[in-house]
């Protein structure tokens, strides 16, 4: 299996709180993305990023950021957490562009109260 | 109509069953296919990519048709352990950075 952990793996928090979420790599993998899982929806994509310090928005990127100042780590931040903002984050990497396997972390559940 | 669509289940199948899955995508530029594996509170992980001309993993065999945009899973000899919810993964047209994923068909194999 990849290397591919995530901090923390569980979080409750409250409402309007800044929050940050982890994912570390030992595969020195290019590409890093951060999804979110919801009953209903499929994974949707939040942000990924391409190399160190270069990211791009995903599909449902309001009211997340992200940064990625070394290869082996992407961290994701709700600048002000909303109840909305409940769910599974996985982080996964890929050597190459998305047509590469994308091996996931184990991923982390925020609950926003 | 939704990018990537799976009949969610679940399918209900006896151990050494032949159980097959279907998964229709609207994109007709979409380039890359794939079928991941996901157990409950778990990560995805790749089942096996799926390519023009079909391809078969040991009990598993991937097949692609474009014309009517849609693949297929197939799984022979099921066991209890091929129990877990299979999404369905494709590459957004114009763009291979971005994958659409499908909520997923569970499958549930009993003794």
């Known amino acids: 299996d990849a290397g591919i952990t995530q901090s923390p793996r569980h979080k409750v928090t409250e409402t309007g709180t800044p929050v940050t979420l982890r994912c570390h790599q030992t595969e020195n993998h290019r590409y890093m993305y951060w999804y979110r899982q919801d009953p209903g929806h499929g994974l949707r994509l939040i942000h990924y990023s391409y190399g160190v310090k270069d990211t791009d928005k995903g599909e449902v990127s309001d009211g997340y950021s992200v940064s990625r100042s070394k290869t082996e780590d992407f961290l994701l931040t709700l600048e002000s957490a909303t109840s909305s903002q409940t769910s599974v984050y996985f982080c996964?990497?890929?050597?190459?562009?998305?047509?590469?396997?994308?091996?996931f972390g184990p991923g982390t559940r925020l609950t926003v109260l | 109509r939704k990018e990537v669509e799976q009949d969610p289940g679940p399918f209900n199948v006896p151990e050494g069953a032949t159980v097959a899955f279907n998964c229709t995508y609207s994109n007709s530029a979409s380039q890359s296919f794939f079928w991941y594996r996901q157990d409950c509170r778990k990560e995805p992980k790749l089942l096996m990519s799926?390519?023009?001309?079909?391809n078969e993993d040991g009990r598993f065999t991937a097949q692609l048709n474009r014309a009517s945009q849609y693949i297929s899973l197939l799984i022979r000899d099921s066991k209890l352990s091929d129990s877990a919810t299979y999404l369905c993964v494709v590459t957004a047209g114009g763009n291979n950075r971005k994958l659409i994923w499908g909520l997923g068909t569970s499958l549930a194999v009993n003794p």
């Open positions: 799926v390519y023009s001309s079909g």
């Open positions: 996964a990497t890929t050597s190459g562009p998305s047509t590469d396997t994308q091996y």
